[in-house]
């Protein structure tokens, strides 16, 4: 049998070790290659799918904006009536409250007159 020293036994070990490692290194870049390309598709994925997701929201944001403008004018232009049906309102009750008191008190002081002549005729 070929001797082989001490020295060479600890470098065929030594050259074994690396072998494993440099094979487990290669295994972990191909691993890892392997993740980055599936990460890689699933960002791609994601970003075709939300980009046109995104552009209907702002397209839906920029209509549900328009249509509260129209619902702010209707109800500022509701409110303005509202005002003006309260002015009007009180307008009329100015103008026909008065002269009503005037009419219902004529008419009580004239039953009055009426009453005092009849008692002053029945004496």
């Known amino acids: ?16 070790v690396w072998g494993v490692l440099a094979l487990v290194l290669a295994y972990m870049v191909f691993k890892t290659a392997v993740l980055l ?56 009750e100015h103008a026909v409250s008065s002269p009503l008191i005037k009419v219902i008190a004529y008419g009580a002081g004239a039953s009055r007159a009426v009453r005092r002549l009849q008692k002053r005729k029945a004496k």
């Open 1 to 16: 049998m070929i001797g082989i020293s001490a020295g060479g036994v600890a470098a065929i070990i030594a050259a074994g």
């Open 37 to 92: 390309d599936s990460t890689t598709k699933l960002v791609d994925g994601i970003r075709q799918e939300t980009v046109p997701l995104l552009s209907e929201v702002t397209a839906t944001v920029t209509s549900v904006n328009k249509e509260l403008d129209r619902v702010d004018g209707m109800v500022e232009s509701a409110g303005n009536i509202a005002k003006s049906a309260e002015r009007l309102s009180s307008v009329i």
